[in-house]
């Protein structure tokens, strides 16, 4: 099993900032990549945001120059800054994680519960 807790959700004002962070722990060997998803009413879970534990990173063109994905292998932790949030940013944001567990030897994939990101205008 592999477990992910996020933290950092909260309310903010449009043009704010907030940060996002993602712990992984469990039956990890290792993680390939780590990111961070969103869903708001009415719409399909999307991409934001994700990072390979080379460093490679990917985002959705309606965050690019805003929101900037970050990890600290060491930690399993990944972090999302968000900046010059708008109304849109408005979701509930998961985090994602993939790799190889340890016992088993089997990939995986895990999200994890979700935390409230709502920006007011």
């Known amino acids: 099993q592999v477990q992910l807790v996020e933290s950092g959700g909260g309310l903010v004002r449009a043009g704010g900032s907030l940060r996002l962070s993602c712990a992984a722990s469990?039956?990890?060997?290792?993680?390939?990549?780590m990111g961070w998803y969103r869903q708001s009413p009415g719409k399909q879970r999307e991409l934001v945001a994700i990072?390979?534990?080379?460093?490679?990173?990917d985002y959705a063109d309606s965050v690019k120059g805003r929101f900037t994905v970050s990890r600290d292998n060491a930690k399993n932790t990944v972090y999302l800054e968000m900046n010059v949030l708008k109304p849109e940013d408005t979701a509930l944001y998961y985090c994602?994680?993939?790799?190889?567990?340890?016992?088993?030897?089997?990939?995986?994939?895990?999200w994890g519960q979700g935390t409230q990101v709502t920006v007011s205008s």
């Open positions: 994602y994680a993939e790799g190889l567990v340890l016992v088993g030897g089997h990939n995986f994939g895990s």
């Open positions: 469990g039956n990890i060997f290792r993680i390939r990549a």
């Open positions: 990072i390979t534990n080379g460093g490679t990173t």
